[in-house]
T-cell receptor
Framework: QQQVKQSPQSLIVQKGGISIINCAYE??????FPWYQQFPGKGPALLIA?????SEKKEGRFTISFNKSAKQFSLHIMDSQPGDSATYFC???????????FGKGTTLSVSS | DGGITQSPKYLFRKEGQNVTLSCEQN?????MYWYRQDPGQGLRLIYY???????QKGDIAEGYSVSREKKESFPLTVTSAQKNPTAFYLC??????????FGDGTRLSIL
């Protein structure tokens, strides 16, 4: 079955700390792995994405680490800020882009 | 300013009633999608369309219908056959698959 499993369900981090969210997938045909950030009452916004031919991608304070053999990928948020408090979704998609399968989300709270 | 506009922001449905959610994009994207979001469940694909006058069912299409008569528009109808319609509905669009850009959603509730 095609799934993306995301953990933890919720996360509390102190300001300045590192937030880490993990995802695992089953289908080796998946080849595009985005992370979305969603604030209450808003649609998800693309944060960062990676393809399986690279092991890491960094954009500012956000880094995706990708382990193809383990079929796992993770989001690291460095120097976490209260403004990062939101729900984060990982996703995976096939090459055709006809299916974007989402994890169930992680609610991040950054305490000041 | 380009983007995806969903309307209305809040919608209420009476028993036995069909309701239509609007999604318009001015990004010149070919593909459009509808997702349903329930608390703690992530997003699930209802329908998608890669080209005008063509669309495909997603994972949870039962009780929903769509049309794609114009490139810019992809309305979703929640029919009376959908027995649990209360959810947050999100429309997205993309150019050649990725990335998908989302609107700000419509929250549908039952009266």
């Amino acid at each position: 079955q095609q799934q993306v499993k995301q953990s933890p369900q919720s996360l509390i981090v102190q300001k300045g700390g590192i937030s880490i969210i993990n995802c695992a997938y089953e289908n080796t045909a998946f080849d595009y792995f985005p992370w979305y950030q969603q604030f209450p009452g808003k649609g998800p916004a693309l944060l960062i994405a990676i393809r399986p031919d690279v092991s890491e991608k960094k954009e500012g304070r956000f880094t995706i680490s990708f382990n193809k053999s383990a079929k796992q990928f993770s989001l690291h948020i460095m120097d976490s800020q209260p403004g990062d408090s939101a729900t984060y979704f990982c996703a995976a998609s096939n090459e055709a882009g006809t299916a974007l399968i989402f994890g169930k989300g992680t609610t991040l709270s950054v305490s000041s | 300013d380009g983007g995806i506009t969903q309307s209305p922001k809040y919608l209420f449905r009476k028993e036995g009633q069909n309701v239509t959610l609007s999604c318009e994009q001015n990004l010149n994207h070919d593909a459009m999608y509808w997702y349903r979001q329930d608390p703690g469940q992530g997003l699930r694909l209802i329908y998608y369309s890669q080209i005008v006058n063509d669309f495909q069912k997603g994972d949870i299409a039962e009780g929903y219908s769509v049309s794609r008569e114009k490139k810019e528009s992809f309305p979703l109808t929640v029919t009376s056959a959908q027995k649990n319609p209360t959810a947050f509905y999100l429309c997205a669009s993309s150019y050649r698959g990725f990335p998908q850009h989302f609107g700000d959603g419509t929250r549908l509730s039952i009266l």
